[in-house]
């Protein structure tokens, strides 16, 4: 059943806090500020804490259980992240606070900095953007101002392949740049021919997802990365796959110019609801004097100190990024070091593919690249044989009857009815059986009795919500008590 | 479920139709898109007076599930725009060939109609993709 609004459990002249009688003399609000219609509810301490903490048992989330959201990798959150998050020596500093008094911190943020730069393969990283959006437009923005450093500021597009989340083409378009669209092949890839097509010297790069979003390495990567070059183009890599290739590939070694992390995927800092974000760039020694200022440097005296990139884009973000968020990143890469980290992406991977197998074995769901080993996440479709009528939607409904956050849905555009999975790499076999055992049971549900899947999901605290009119119609506040 | 493909508009393979009224070129999206797109949600539509040439992407479409850009099958001028889709966004899964028409315009180069698919060829078309 639905939970009454706190607006309902409202009762006139309710208090929570008894306050004592003012000693100084009341001053009226201005009356031009006054809002009485606001129906601010009156309640007491314990209806509060009540209503709260039962609408947080509802919540779902990755230390409840399974969580495949392809493209999010939402993994298990260590919980010695928070420790050291909550470290006083980092807790009670100031981002304006006197360098000389927070080495510490410093040190953390430098090398942080270095540990990217070694894990991506580039060589300098700037870790203020907030989120892997936000890197994304600074990465495009100092791809921008290395061109017109080049003596090239008429190029003004980049070319994104189909396959590109929606944040690509957006932070592309936000930067002042236009967005040319490159199909994939049959096989996944970026389609060659159209990229060659499109490269000429009004292009300002190319932005890659590689692992891309259909959860496969692009096999011409390194041709790719060749051909932008050869036509004066930079090569932006969208790092949010990341975990599939840790330890094994480095981009920078592939010819990729510029990259973010999302340290909120990779690096096991909470998200979805539980954020911030935070999207560190790097980039090749060519850009790194356009990075955002500042960055960490270590002087000749073993001193850490600020830097200002000589042609930096500017600021992107106050003071150093989520600087909370570094700690718990930092944290996950020191607890598993350079072979842990490796361990990581392989099991990621082959938790993907032992489910893509499975899925393939039971044939209930298409896999349109089955054919091919994926990387940590993998494209079903809903499609299942011999149901007429069922769409993905509906089978993702019925999947939080089973207790499991639904995989990503008709995400990536280009695969109808997706169904984009993945499991990361810290669930154990039985989940993953537990999971394609509930798909292989709504797949026969589907052909038997197709409404108990229109009309689920049966078990969660609200049956189906109605998405079309939440989205015509957005009222988002409660309009009367 | 099947879909509709009437023989009095001309089809994009980027799944818009184009019906000539002997002045003007009017433009929508097919049956096929708009249960590809499921619920529509929002419409923007382009200005009235706006050049287009054949192949611009002129209206944005999206739905619960995506967002998707219409291009004009023909070039001229966009002499009139279907207001009506703004608030009523759901036209265009209840009526795709009718009620739910984009935009007009004024052809500048009519031969373009002759690029686009009759009827057959579209549904075909379709099958093929649909199996692929
Ligand atoms: C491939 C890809 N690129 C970029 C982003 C954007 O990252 P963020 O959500 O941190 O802005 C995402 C997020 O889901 C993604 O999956």
Not at chain 1, 299 to 310: F, I, K, L, N, T
Not at chain 1, 352 to 357: D, K, S
Not at chain 1, 419 to 431: A, G, N, Q, R, V
């Amino acid at each position: 059943m639905a939970d009454d609004f706190i607006y309902e459990l409202s009762s006139p002249g309710r208090v929570g806090v008894a306050l004592p009688d003012s000693d100084v003399p009341e001053t009226p609000i201005p009356a031009d500020t006054l809002r009485p219609e606001l129906p601010l509810p009156e309640l007491s301490e314990v209806d509060v804490v009540r209503h709260y903490v039962r609408l947080s048992t509802k919540n779902y989330g990755v230390d409840t259980g399974f969580y495949p959201l392809g493209s999010c990798t939402m993994k298990y959150n260590p919980k010695i992240n928070e420790q050291t998050a909550r470290l006083p020596g980092f807790t009670n500093i100031h981002p304006l606070q006197d360098p000389v008094t927070v080495q510490g911190a410093m040190q953390l943020l430098y090398e942080m900095q270095d540990m990217l730069a070694e894990i991506s393969g580039l060589d300098a990283v700037t870790l203020q953007p907030s989120a892997g959006a936000q890197g994304e437009f600074t990465g495009v923005l100092i791809m921008r101002k290395a061109q017109i450093a080049r003596g090239q500021g008429h190029r003004d597009k980049i070319l994104i392949p189909d396959s590109a989340h929606g944040t690509n083409p957006a932070s592309t378009a936000m930067s002042g740049l236009h967005v040319v669209e490159i199909a994939s092949d049959a096989d996944g890839n970026v389609d060659i021919e159209q990229l060659k097509a499109h490269l000429d010297d009004t292009v300002v790069g190319l932005m890659i997802t590689n692992p891309s979003t259909l959860g496969l390495f692009d096999q011409n990567i390194v041709e790719v990365c060749r051909l932008v070059h050869e036509a004066g183009g930079l090569v932006y890599g969208d790092g949010a796959n990341l975990n599939a290739i840790m330890g094994i590939v480095r981009p920078g070694d592939l010819g990729i110019d510029v990259m973010h992390f999302n340290l909120h995927k990779t690096f096991s800092t909470p998200h979805g609801g539980g954020g911030p974000g935070s999207g560190p760039v790097g980039v090749v020694a060519e850009l790194a004097p356009f990075l955002p200022a500042p960055v960490v440097g270590l002087s000749a005296e073993g001193e850490y100190e600020w830097v200002w990139p000589a042609q930096s884009i500017g600021r992107v973000r106050s003071f150093h990024g989520n600087f909370g968020v570094i700690v718990r990143a930092y944290t996950y890469i020191r607890m598993h070091g350079a072979v842990g980290l490796r361990r990581v992406s392989e099991d990621a991977v082959l938790n993907a593919n032992y489910m893509q197998a499975r899925l393939l074995e039971l044939g209930d769901y298409p896999v349109p690249h089955g054919d091919r080993y994926c990387m940590h996440e993998f494209v079903a479709q809903g499609k299942i044989a011999g149901a007429e009528g069922i769409h993905t939607l509906d089978i993702a409904k019925r999947l939080i009857d089973f207790d499991y956050h639904p995989p990503t849905i008709y995400f990536p555009l280009i695969v109808p009815e997706a169904l984009m999975i993945e499991p990361t790499e810290t669930e154990s076999k039985e989940t993953l059986d537990g999971f394609i055992a509930a798909l292989t049971q709504i797949a026969d549900e589907a052909r038997s009795d197709p409404e108990l899947l229109h009309t689920a999901p049966h078990h969660a605290p609200t049956r189906r919500l109605d998405e079309v009119r939440a989205a015509r119609q957005p009222i988002l506040a409660k309009t009367s008590a | 479920m099947s879909l509709n493909y009437p023989n009095d508009v001309r089809y994009a393979k980027t799944d818009e139709w184009a019906r000539y009224d002997g002045e003007l070129v009017v433009v929508g999206v097919s049956d096929y898109a708009q249960d590809a797109l499921s619920d529509v949600v929002f419409v923007e539509l382009p200005a009235l007076g706006d050049v287009v040439a054949a192949g611009d992407e002129v209206v944005t479409v999206e739905s619960v599930k995506a967002a998707a850009e219409v291009v004009t099958p023909v070039s001229g001028e966009v002499v009139a725009v279907n207001a009506a889709l703004e608030d009523t966004p759901e036209l265009i899964n209840t009526d795709p060939y009718g009620e739910a028409w984009f935009f007009k315009v004024k052809p500048s180069d009519l031969s373009e109609l002759d690029a686009l698919l009759d009827a057959a060829a579209y549904e075909a078309y379709n099958a093929e993709r649909e199996d692929h």
